[in-house]
Each structure stands twice: as C-alpha cells, then as structure tokens.
C-alpha cells in the first residue's frame, strides 16, 4: 500500500476506499487525447481493472495532446501502446484491450461486468450508443469531449439521467479536431476531471459528479458547471445508432453521401439520396428507413425530418465512426 499512502490519508478514502478501487472494473471507450491523461490517472490511483476499446493507431500529428505515446510508438494500435504504458506505470493493474471501435453490436459485450463507463471516443455515436446501453443497465457513464480550446465533462446514467435526457438532438452541424483544430492542454484538463469524476463515483463520494456537467472555455477563461438532476428522459421515440451487423434483411437503407464522399457503403443494396433531396422522397410504409452518413449529424437530421411526416421507423449509422 505504500503506492497509494498519499490518497489513502484522505479521511474519505483511507484503506477501505483503496481496496474498492482496486477491485473496480471500468470500460474505458478511447485511448486518445483525453484517455492519454485519463488511463494513466487512473492507473496511477490503482483501479484495479481497465477495460480499454480502441481501433486507431499512433499518428504523429496526434502526438501533441496523446502525450501517453512517444515516436517509437507509431503506426502502432493504441490500445495495445496505452497497455504497455500503464503496465510500466503501475503492474498491478490488470489491462484489457480490444482493438476495434465501439458499435451498437457490441457494446453489451464492453459493458459486461463493468462498474463504471467512461466515454473519450469524440464521438457523437459513441456517446449516444454509450449512454443509451448505459441508462439501460444502471451503468455509470462519465463523457467529455473537446474542440479547440473548449469543451465539456460530465456524469451521466447511473441513478443520473442519460445523456440523451440532457442532448436529446444532435447539433446541425459537427466539427472535429481534424477539422478545426484543438490544444494540447485543453484535452489533458478535460481528461484529468473525467479521471476526478470517475474516481470520485467509483469511491462513493458525495456529492456525486453524477447528475453535473461543467463546460470549461479556455478561450474566454470561463468555466461553469451545473447539475441536471431534475432533467427528464425524452419521451420522443428515440432513433437508434446501429452498425452494418445490426442491419435486417427488409430495411430501406439510404446512403446520404454522395459517390464521391463514400463509393461504398454499408450494405449493398443502398437508396442513394442526398440530403436535399429527401424532401421528395417517398420513404416505404412498411420498412425500417435506415440512413448512413459519416458521423450521424446528417443523418439524425435527416430522421427528425422524416419523423415529422410520419415515418416511425427509423436507425441511423454512423459509417465513418462506427
């Protein structure tokens, strides 16, 4: 225990609390920006069990903020550098990794046996696939994402609402730090609170960072958090992300993109129609409309469309992310 004298002199940790932390099991969906500074943190603090999910590998223009990896690293699967990083770091935890990104398909199978999920995919799918099979199961969700010099935390599901009760519509519009841009630091902060927060839930300490989300603008140094414990689950049917293994054999399945944006899709009888010509589309009465795009904004907007004339079944797949 001499490892971890100095949290256990905390009054709310103490030995009790550090044997619970080394018996925890936690799904980590990213081995990125935000899980280089998470992974280690936790680690660090000896959580006994890291369940890590990640399908990229080590690029150099990631390097900045990914400061987990170093240059002999890449080209190499991330999860498998973050589990030998973090063994180096602290041997007693146990590191277990899957080398491919999280999809509707299965993430049952991340979430078996874990207590706590923690999402820094940045990705709009993972999220709402999270945090849906999350809210199902009584699963404590802590997400973040970050784009330029601001960004989000917060605890969700759980005896939280989900995410969805907070975000129930995806944005118009979806940048990522491929295309505008992001800091180094801004990442390293926002995955060292997801780290507090997840240690803190892990813990039992009150007041639970479940139920709050704190958005921090380094731009303006502006930092407000709140707490969202009185917000209400959507009652609108909600419109689910699936991947190509969740597809049935009857659906009506539109591709949003054009040729050139995606020359293949998800399956191999597609309608191919474009979003501004969805208006004079005659969608099937009895078929599931399932519509692709890249990371889901175009295609739940597409679905809220559809939604108000009456189309009520409806996926959405997220080609590029999922």
Not at 142 to 167: M, N, T, W
Not at 240 to 266: K, Q, T, Y
Not at 289 to 309: E, P
Request: proline share 6%; charged share 20%; glycine share 8%.
């Amino acid at each position: 225990m001499n490892r971890y004298q100095r949290q256990q002199m905390l009054p709310e940790i103490g030995e009790a609390g550090q044997r619970r932390l080394g018996a925890a099991r936690v799904l980590v969906v990213g081995a990125g920006g935000l899980g280089s500074t998470l992974l280690p943190l936790l680690a660090g603090a000896g959580v006994g069990h890291l369940r890590i999910w990640d399908h990229d590998v080590v690029a150099l223009h990631n390097l900045h903020r990914q400061t987990l990896y170093t240059m002999v690293d890449l080209g190499q699967p991330k999860a498998l550098c973050a589990a030998r990083a973090l063994a180096a770091r602290n041997p007693d935890c146990r590191i277990e990794t899957r080398q491919q990104a999280l999809r509707p398909s299965t993430v049952a199978q991340a979430l078996e046996g874990v207590d706590l999920a923690i999402d820094v995919a940045d990705s709009f799918a993972a999220t709402y696939t999270l945090s849906d099979a999350c809210a199902a199961r009584a699963i404590p969700l802590i997400s973040a994402s970050v784009l330029e010099r601001q960004g989000y935390v917060g605890g969700f599901c759980g005896p939280a609402p989900s995410y969805r009760a907070l975000f129930p519509q995806l944005p118009a519009t979806a940048a990522s730090c491929d295309t505008a841009g992001v800091m180094g630091p801004a990442v390293a902060t926002l995955g060292a609170m997801q780290a507090q927060m997840a240690l803190s839930v892990l813990l039992g300490l009150a007041p639970s960072p479940l139920g709050s989300l704190v958005n921090c603008d380094f731009s303006q140094w502006h930092f407000r958090a709140f707490r969202f414990d009185d917000a209400e689950e959507t009652t609108q049917p909600v419109v689910p992300f699936i991947d190509g293994d969740l597809l049935r054999p009857d659906d009506c399945v539109v591709e949003l993109r054009s040729m050139a944006e995606a020359p293949h899709s998800v399956a191999a009888r597609v309608e191919r129609i474009l979003p501004e010509a969805l208006d004079a589309w005659r969608p099937p009465a009895d078929r599931r409309v399932v519509l692709v795009c890249t990371s889901g904004v175009r295609a739940a907007k597409a679905a809220a469309a559809l939604a108000k004339r009456g189309v009520t079944q409806l996926a959405i797949v997220a080609a590029g992310r999922l």
